[in-house]
């Protein structure tokens, strides 16, 4: 759901961020001299942008064309940031209202304007596909500018609207994880999870992200011990593996028949 650079020439890179948690774009920074959390105005394929610097710039590779920072953003570009903030909640509204009025089986998720007002992107979530090109069409003839209407999954979903997670802090996903990855059942029993559903899942409903972060070291660490059904010899007699304790790097066993 962020604005995608439009790619040129360029020399070094700036990494820079649409949003809290969103994914990074490199940009060319020209002659600018920018530091980390800098605001600036970049131009993209939604058309101009504000953006924040989160990767001060460093050499690129050269063979690969990037479009560059505009310039640093002034009190004008913010103010016209908080102007299309207030736009965006009134297209909010509106859409809100055309999807009631329709009686359509979607949720509005949230409602995205182009700095200068000429591009209205609009996200929404539900349970089958939908085709919403009529809304679109009539959007457009209310908002006066282009609407782009894209359905999004649970993760995302959850990603836009924000929340707090049982571990008590926000969640990562709004907070700082910007790209989503496979999480699978096999992450929680390689760790010693409960299976559990209600417990291994997010605010989404899907396999919390959580899952994957210790998952490697667990993995790296199961393969030093031997198998769950293995014979071993130990100073007690010969016996066979029951139960792993990963962290403690030790297993527990039974005398072998």
């Given at each position: 759901?962020?604005?995608?650079?439009?790619?040129t020439?360029g020399?070094?890179?700036?990494?820079?961020?649409?949003?809290?948690?969103?994914?990074?774009?490199?940009?060319?920074?020209?002659?600018?001299?920018?530091?980390?959390g800098?605001?600036?105005?970049?131009?993209?394929?939604?058309?101009?942008?504000l953006?924040?610097?989160?990767?001060?710039?460093?050499?690129?590779?050269?063979?690969r064309?990037l479009?560059r920072?505009?310039k640093?953003?002034?009190?004008?570009?913010l103010?016209r940031?908080?102007?299309?903030?207030?736009?965006?909640?009134?297209?909010?509204?509106?859409a809100?209202?055309?999807?009631?009025a329709?009686?359509?089986?979607l949720?509005?998720?949230?409602?995205?304007?182009?700095?200068?007002?000429?591009?209205?992107?609009?996200?929404?979530?539900?349970?089958?596909?939908?085709d919403?090109?009529?809304?679109?069409r009539?959007?457009a003839?209310?908002?006066?500018a282009r609407?782009?209407?894209?359905?999004i999954g649970?993760?995302?979903?959850?990603?836009?609207?924000?929340?707090?997670?049982?571990?008590?802090?926000?969640?990562?996903?709004?907070?700082?994880?910007?790209?989503?990855?496979?999480?699978?059942?096999?992450?929680?029993?390689?760790?010693?999870?409960?299976?559990?559903?209600s417990?291994l899942?997010?605010?989404?409903?899907?396999?919390?992200?959580?899952?994957?972060?210790?998952?490697e070291?667990?993995?790296?660490l199961?393969?030093?011990?031997?198998?769950v059904?293995a014979?071993?010899?130990?100073?007690k007699?010969?016996?066979?593996v029951?139960?792993q304790?990963?962290?403690?790097?030790?297993?527990?066993?039974?005398?072998?028949?």
């Amino acid at each position: 759901m962020d604005h995608e650079p439009v790619t040129t020439t360029g020399a070094p890179a700036v990494g820079v961020r649409f949003r809290p948690s969103g994914k990074i774009y490199d940009f060319d920074p020209g002659p600018l001299l920018l530091v980390r959390g800098d605001r600036v105005l970049v131009e993209t394929e939604r058309g101009p942008a504000l953006a924040t610097v989160v990767v001060p710039p460093r050499p690129r590779h050269p063979t690969r064309g990037l479009q560059r920072v505009i310039k640093k953003a002034d009190a004008r570009d913010l103010a016209r940031e908080d102007q299309n903030l207030q736009r965006e909640r009134q297209h909010h509204h509106t859409a809100l209202e055309m999807i009631r009025a329709r009686g359509l089986a979607l949720k509005l998720v949230k409602v995205e304007s182009t700095l200068d007002g000429s591009k209205v992107t609009v996200f929404f979530a539900a349970d089958e596909r939908l085709d919403a090109r009529d809304l679109a069409r009539d959007l457009a003839d209310t908002l006066r500018a282009r609407v782009d209407i894209r359905q999004i999954g649970a993760r995302d979903e959850t990603k836009v609207t924000g929340g707090v997670g049982p571990c008590g802090r926000e969640l990562c996903c709004s907070s700082w994880l910007h790209e989503f990855q496979a999480v699978s059942v096999k992450m929680a029993k390689e760790q010693g999870l409960s299976l559990n559903p209600s417990k291994l899942a997010g605010m989404c409903g899907r396999l919390k992200c959580c899952l994957r972060y210790e998952y490697e070291t667990y993995a790296e660490l199961r393969r030093a011990l031997p198998a769950v059904g293995a014979r071993v010899e130990s100073v007690k007699g010969d016996g066979v593996v029951v139960r792993q304790n990963v962290l403690r790097q030790t297993v527990v066993g039974r005398r072998a028949a």
